[in-house]
């Protein structure tokens, strides 16, 4: 196999040449002798057929269940094959950034529609065209509504431990105090919030349906903490949208969450995206990218990058962001996903999650899986007890083939998708019957 160098030694020289060197040795005189790097220990490159067959043989290694009822934040849809006949088009599967992208009209027109959908989806004014994932999207939203004289900001114990953990890195950089406010019963208490909101709270994050699956009581926490001045972060997830009130409907000041369920797979973590909208009194705060829509000079309809703070560009200390780019072809493939699905499919989906996490519920629950939460209502997930060590119930499920639950606080936290069918589940449930019975 030979190297893939786009130029041939003769063109190569003859830039030398250009700017008087004779060795591409000298383009590094300026790096010390005894801290350059001669060789690397890598193996002799290998043919495409041997690649593929390495490859191959990497892969098989990977263990893919056929039924899951995990979720955590990350959760397994089913994909309509439409989204990936688009999304693989080359005109959009390309790692070029846009950043002349008035000249990209394609590019933008996508954004926009996305941004459209999402502003559609959670019931608010103004999007942008997406962060890197969901924890992202909870952290830059804090930042979003820190003022002068209101800087703390509480975050619910009820959220993704992983979102809880970015917000904390963040909110460290720039001195922001974070209070994270205990639950009572895998929710969170409005009174509790109550006795901790103060006048310098800027913001509160509380995510619904939260980690636990459960449904806050968003009415009353949304009205404690604007009662006091501050702002309501929202994490929504944005299958759950298509059935419960949107975040406009609780009169959020922004809405953030995890594009993932939306036409992307579980693909080992990524990538996702975050999706990010809010009213449009706080939209000159969003960060990142902003799509509008125009006329050109002959009257005809285009789309510019617009709205963005020009501190992030040229008075970067005073920045509430530094986040400049988005999750373009993520950003399409959710697009795509909710144009295929329509406003009735995606409700067909959402209903379908909800009707079987609450069949598996109540199967659980008869073979003494008393469900954590009591009577609080949840969406597609639910924490439960576990009669026996949730390890060894869930190494007996993979021997089936089924990816249980993930074991959290001595109990497991179950989801359920439209892809999880009345025989997976009553599946599972035989499963765990025999686990029990050993």
């Not at 449904?215 to 994490?235: N, Q, R, S, Y």
């Amino acid at each position: 196999m030979g190297s893939y160098i786009p130029a041939t030694g003769e063109e190569r020289q003859a830039m030398l040449q250009a700017i008087g060197l004779t060795s591409t040795d000298h383009l590094f005189d300026v790096v010390p002798e005894n801290v350059r790097v001669k060789s690397l220990d890598l193996p002799q490159g290998l043919s495409e057929l041997e690649v593929s067959q390495k490859m191959a043989g990497m892969a098989s290694k990977n263990r893919v269940f056929q039924s899951i009822f995990r979720g955590a934040g990350a959760y397994c849809h089913y994909i309509p094959s439409i989204v990936k006949t688009v999304t693989s088009k080359e005109e959009f599967l390309t790692a070029y950034t846009p950043y002349q992208a008035e000249i990209s009209q394609g590019v933008l027109q996508s954004i926009f529609e996305y941004q459209t959908q999402i502003c559609e989806l959670t019931g608010m004014d103004v999007s942008n065209a997406s962060v890197y994932d969901g924890a992202v999207a909870a952290a830059e939203a804090i930042f979003m509504c820190q003022e002068r004289k209101r800087s703390g900001v509480i975050v619910s114990g009820a959220v993704d431990p992983q979102t809880l953990t970015v917000i904390q890195t963040y909110c460290e950089s720039r001195d922001v105090p974070v209070t994270v406010l205990p639950v009572n019963g895998y929710a969170t208490d409005p009174a509790a919030l109550k006795a901790v909101l103060a006048k310098d709270t800027a913001a509160v994050y509380v995510q619904s349906p939260n980690y636990y699956g459960v449904l806050e009581d968003m009415d009353a926490l949304v009205a404690a903490t604007h009662e006091v001045g501050a702002k309501v972060i929202m994490g929504a997830n944005p299958i759950s949208l298509g059935l419960l009130k949107t975040p406009g409907e609780y009169d959020v000041d922004i809405a953030v969450g995890e594009g993932q369920p939306l036409g992307m797979p579980l693909s080992f973590g990524g990538p996702y995206l975050g999706f990010m909208a809010c009213k449009q009194a706080m939209m000159r705060k969003l960060p990142g990218r902003i799509v509008g829509e125009t006329t050109d000079a002959e009257g005809r309809r285009c789309f510019v990058l617009t709205l963005q703070a020009r501190e992030q560009h040229i008075r970067r200390e005073k920045a509430s962001s530094n986040i400049c780019s988005n999750e373009a072809l993520c950003a399409m493939t959710a697009s795509v996903y909710l144009a295929a699905m329509g406003p009735r499919g995606l409700r067909q989906v959402a209903e379908s999650c909800a009707a079987h996490a609450h069949y598996l519920a109540g199967e659980l629950a008869k073979l003494g899986f008393a469900l954590r939460s009591g009577e609080k209502p949840f969406f597609h997930e639910f924490l439960t007890d576990c009669p026996v060590e949730p390890e060894k119930l869930c190494a007996a499920l993979e021997a089936q083939g089924i990816l249980g639950g993930l074991p959290v606080e001595g109990g497991i936290l179950w989801c359920c998708t439209e892809r999880n069918t009345k025989a997976d589940m009553d599946k599972l449930i035989a499963v765990i019957g025999e686990v029990l019975r050993t």
